[in-house]
Every structure is written in C-alpha cells, then in structure tokens.
C-alpha cells in the first residue's frame, strides 16, 4: 500500500541513499585505522570513530535536510513516517514474537555468512572482521575498556535507533509504491549499505527485512527502533562484558 504523505523515490535515488553512508563510512575506517595503530587500540576504535563522524552526520543530515525543505525548519516531520501507535499489548507480543523469529532465522543463515566470509571475502584483512573476538587478545585491557564501551553506545544505542528512523522511517516509505516488495527491498538496501560488512550480507539482509516487514504490517517505527536497539545493545554488552573479565 502506498503511502500519500511519503514522495517516492526512483529506485536509484533510494540505492544510493542507501549505500552511500556506508560506504563514506566505510571509506573513513580504512583512512582512520593506521593512524590509530601507533596508539595501541584495536580496528573496532577506527570504525566507532567514523560511525560518529561520518555515518551519523549522514543519516542525520539527510533527514534534516529533507524537513528543512519540507517545513522550513529543522524538523523531522513529515520526514519520518510510520508514526502510528499500537497499543502496548500489541507492541510487547510483536516485540517478543519477531525477535525469536528473527533470531531462529540468523542462526539458520549464520553458515551462510561464514562461507562468505572464508571463501568470496577471504581476501579481506583479518583486522575488518569486527565481530572475531581473536584479534582483541593482544590488545590491553584499558584500551578494550574504553572501545567497548564507546561500542555500546555508539552501535549498541545510539546509531541503530538513528538507523530505524533513516532506512525504515525515511528512505522505506519512499518505496511505498512496490507494495509488499518494499520491505524486501528495503532489506536488500539495508545490507547494500554494511560496506564494511558484505560478508555479512546474508544475515543483514534478514535483519532489514524482517525491521522493514514489521513497520509495514504495524505501521509503528518505535517496534524496529526498540528490536534493534536491544538486539545491538545485548551484543554489544556482551563484548564489553568479555573484557572486563580478563
């Protein structure tokens, strides 16, 4: 169903309004991580540094620029769509029901993505695969403390929610126009722009799917913000946890 409020995008803007972000931010982890290797910190510092510099301005930017012309102010609205409220009971069944689904499903594509990883992506250095939790052995502890924990706010709180309100509040409504595809293709979208992560794209792909499905079937972006944000936070606090315990 279209939606009347959303001006539609062609299928090219909406690509690369995708895609660039991640690439700038991709572009801006590989400059920024040899200058920090002189420093003892792990590659993870490199990519957290250019989420806060380049990828959040981005997303950011974009929709503010879009309410300044839209409203004449800086304001997101009419910018960020899919504001309708579900009752709490509705939003705590969808919540739990959509995470356990989700996660039943990134653990039967999770082989999928190591193949990836190990066979399309194996030319790639070991340092871009963020999630290996080897590479951190050599580092310090302090210096796993303070990236850790910039993780867990960074990507863990605050960049998956401004992720919710660009891809499934902004760019998703904008393709409203493909009916029932526009979730699919949403989540194709959302795991064009991982840059940093192709490796990853099978599981992305799910994941920005099934955020897109549930925003269009209820309508109600603070389900995707909250299912993200959690997913991320837990991910992440379990990464800071390990290194508190060496």
Same mark, same amino acid.
């Given at each position: ?20 972000? $991640? ?15 002189s ?20 997303l950011? $930017?974009?929709?503010?620029?879009a309410?300044k012309?839209r409203? $004449? ?36 594509? $999770? ?17 871009m695969?963020l ?31 401004v992720?919710?309100?660009?891809f ?13 595809w ?42 995707s ?22």
């Amino acid at each position: 169903m279209r939606n009347p409020n959303a001006q539609q995008h062609t299928l090219l803007k909406s690509l690369g309004l995708h895609v660039l972000p $991640g690439a700038l931010t991709t572009a801006a982890f590989v400059t920024l991580k040899p200058l920090l290797d002189s420093g003892g910190y792990p590659p993870l510092l490199a990519f957290l540094l250019a989420v806060a510099l380049v990828d959040l301005p981005v997303l950011l $930017g974009v929709m503010l620029v879009a309410g300044k012309k839209r409203n $004449g102010c800086i304001s997101l609205e009419g910018v960020v769509l899919y504001r309708d409220k579900v009752s709490w009971r509705t939003f705590a069944l969808v919540f739990v029901g959509a995470f356990v689904a989700v996660y039943a499903l990134m653990m039967l594509v $999770g082989p999928l993505s190591n193949v990836l990883a190990e066979s399309v992506f194996s030319w790639l250095p070991e340092w871009m695969f963020l999630e290996e939790q080897v590479q951190y052995q050599s580092y310090a502890r302090n210096a796993l403390l303070v990236t850790f924990s910039l993780q867990l706010v960074l990507t863990g709180l605050v960049l998956p929610w401004v992720e919710e309100l660009y891809f499934r509040g902004y760019l998703l409504p904008r393709i409203s126009r493909y009916g029932r595809w526009a979730p699919l293709l949403g989540g194709l979208f959302f795991g064009l722009y991982h840059v940093w992560q192709l490796f990853s794209f099978p599981t992305l792909f799910l994941l920005g799917t099934a955020l897109a499905a549930v925003v269009w079937w209820k309508r109600d972006i603070r389900i995707s913000i909250a299912l993200h944000v959690f997913a991320n936070a837990l991910m992440r606090l379990m990464f800071l946890m390990a290194a508190l315990a060496m």
